[in-house]
T-cell receptor
């Protein structure tokens, strides 16, 4: 049972490049979330999904897009990367929005 | 500002002593709280949760206390071990704009255990 798996683990991009972060969970969870973590800021919610085919904006959605085509996968896209998007990105999933979320180990993204 | 915050950003304790990590929240309607532990290079790991119909909940070596009157919760770790060294976050489960609940995280407290 792998839980929540994020790929890639590390990535360096140049300003203006695009990329997609993949999150996969094998727990049959309905809810999935993308967060970013910056020093001294805690975790901030970017986008989330309450089920296959649904997405919604979180606290800091600008510059990101997401898709949930399959229940087990939640993709986070950066269309035109900016240095301000340098961060550690965490994916999480849960059975319900009233139960604990389970987190992956993060993707460390640097934008030069 | 953040609705969930921590009184102490860093905490150093002697191995074997008890640790207490505090957290304040501002939304009096919040009814569910979660503590997470994050080790270096890892994602947050669930420790314990508590709902507002309880004042105290115990796990293995950990206890969470909730004081709704002053909107404060704490995480107590008994007989702190070197493996407890990590950053600890409290999270508040609040309803978001789209009608589903979301977690709002505090900035975290770094716990360092002195051998």
């Amino acid at each position: 049972n792998a839980g929540v798996t994020q790929t890639p683990k590390f990535r360096v991009l140049k300003t203006g490049q695009s990329m997609t972060l993949l999150c996969a969970q094998d727990m049959n969870h309905e809810y999935m979330y993308w967060y970013r973590q910056d020093p001294g800021m805690g975790l901030r919610l970017i986008h989330y999904s309450v089920g296959e085919g649904t997405t919604a904006k979180g606290e800091v959605p600008d510059g990101y897009n997401v898709s949930r085509l399959k229940k087990q996968n939640f993709l986070l896209g950066l269309e035109s990367a900016a240095p301000s998007q340098t961060s550690v990105y965490f994916c999480a999933s849960s059975y319900s929005d009233r139960l604990p979320q389970h987190f992956g180990d993060g993707t460390r993204l640097s934008i030069l | 500002g953040e609705s969930v915050g921590l009184h102490l950003p860093t905490l150093s304790v002697q191995e074997g002593d008890n640790s207490i990590i505090n957290c304040a929240y501002s939304n009096s309607a919040s009814d569910y709280f979660i503590w997470y532990k994050q080790e270096s290079g890892k994602g947050p790991q669930f420790i314990i949760d508590i709902r507002s119909n309880m004042d105290k909940r115990q796990g293995q070596r950990v206890t969470v206390l909730l004081n709704k009157t002053v909107k404060h919760l704490s995480l107590q770790i008994a007989a702190t071990q070197p493996g407890d060294s990590a950053v600890y976050f409290c999270a508040e489960n609040i309803i978001g704009g789209a009608g589903s609940y979301q977690l709002t995280f505090g900035k975290g407290t770094k716990l360092s255990v002195i051998p």
